[in-house]
Structure formats: C-alpha cells, structure tokens
C-alpha cells in the first residue's frame, strides 16, 4: 500500500527504515523501498485485513500519487467486520467526504489477474465499481467502425475471468494518457471482442464527474472508462465544470 500513518501523522508516503500502522487495520507496516520494487509499505501479517490486496506497482502509484489522500486508499468496513481499501474513491455528489461506501463512485487498478468471484465480490461491496486495467501490454486490435466513435475491438489472450465475470464498468488503460471503455464483451470461437471507444484520460474524468452526479439519482445508469497523475481531482473537477460544482 502507498501510505500508513507514522507518529500520529495519517497517510504518510514510505521512506527508507521507517515504521508505521495500517490506516485500515492498524497493525503494524514496515517500509520497503528498494531499487527495483516500487517503494512501498507493507504488513508483518495480512492476515486480519484487507484480504483483497495486491503488490504495489508504479503503473498504481503513477494513477494514485495524481489524487488528493483523501481520495486513495479509502478504507471501508461492512457489518459482518469484512474490510478493504480501495484504490480511489469519491463521494457521489451532494455527499460528504466521510460518506459510506453506498454513496460512492469507487475505483480499483487491477494489474494482475484475479478470480471471477473475487471480481463478483468486489462488484457486490462497492456497489458503484470502475474497473481499470494495466493493459499497456494488451495486444488489441481495431476490427471496424460500428458508428461514429463506437468501433468492434479483437482482445488477443484477453484476461478470461473478466470476459466470465462481466463487469458493468471496465477501462483499459493503455498508456501514455490513452483509454478504452469497453462494452458488450463477449468469447466466440474466432476470438474475444468488445464494442467500445477511444478516449483520452481527461475525457475519461469527465464522465467520472457526472455519473458521480447521476448515480445519486438511479444506479442503473452506465458509465463509461485512467488519472492523470500530478492532478488535484477536486479542483479539475470544479475546473472543467463550474456549473456542476456550484451546485453541488
């Protein structure tokens, strides 16, 4: 994970030789920061928290270290006494920063592969996901234009438990400030494909903010698919849409 708190001071960033607590369970991390690892905290014993977590890469640190603390690394915990962190976070509009999980636009940075029930099960606990994956090494290709700005996409060696588990919101991230939203995908015996679209991360920002808005009202509505590092959200946000923020 990217921060633990350190002598009473919250989210701090690892430094060499240094000790702190987990914000989430409060056991105990040490810092690892080496020359080839991304620099990092890590716990003596995971055992009793976040039992969704995965190694820290700089393709995470590179989308979260853009983002306000407040907004990375969101723990949440359910009334059975489950618990986990989520990448990013926001309130839905018209909620505080302190609103629970229900009331948020979550998003998770998958690098790896992972289980279709652990995808299902995350879906089910954070109940309006995003979905955004490492696919900077993903061999995709253009098939044809179905309409203006909506294209038939081939997925070579796809990751197959996301083509079985179907989530409602997936992003591929490929790099160098480009995305695709991917929708309809489907395996057949020729391949697996996916309608969707380009978009540039700024675009991809854009449509964050106004299902922040409209998933307050029904969540059925679909959204669409990285950060951009080195960006204050909050105020790009307000930035790009002062009427919005206005009346938020």
């Not at 309130?91 to 652990?118: C, M, N, Y």
Request: hydrophobic content about 35%; charged content about 25%; glycine content about 6%.
């Amino acid at each position: 994970m990217m921060y633990a708190n350190v002598d009473g001071e919250e989210k701090v960033l690892p430094t060499p030789k240094q000790k702190g607590h987990c914000p989430l369970c409060g056991s105990q991390v040490l810092s690892k920061c080496g020359s080839v690892v991304a620099w990092h905290w890590a716990h003596q014993n995971m055992k009793d928290c976040d039992s969704w977590a995965e190694n820290e890469s700089e393709w995470h640190l590179g989308w979260k270290l853009g983002i306000e603390k407040k907004y990375t690394e969101v723990g949440f915990t359910d009334s059975s006494g489950e618990r986990h962190r989520a990448d990013i976070s926001f309130p839905l509009i018209g909620h505080s920063d302190d609103a629970p999980v229900e009331h948020r636009l979550t998003i998770e940075l998958q690098h790896s592969s992972i289980p279709v029930e652990e995808i299902k099960q995350r879906e089910a606990f954070y109940k309006h996901l995003v979905w955004v994956l490492d696919a900077r090494d993903f061999y995709i290709s253009k098939r044809y234009s179905l309409k203006e700005g909506l294209y038939r996409f081939r997925w070579y060696y796809p990751r197959r438990t996301f083509v079985e588990a179907q989530p409602k919101r997936l992003y591929l991230d490929r790099g160098e400030g480009k995305m695709l939203y991917v929708t309809g995908l489907s395996s057949l015996s020729t391949g697996t494909y996916f309608n969707g679209g380009e978009l540039s991360v700024e675009k991809f920002w854009e449509v964050q903010h106004k299902n922040r808005r409209v998933l307050n009202i029904t969540p059925r509505s679909a959204i669409k698919p990285t950060v951009k590092p080195g960006e204050n959200l909050r105020s790009h946000f307000d930035a790009m849409f002062p009427e919005l923020a206005a009346r938020a």
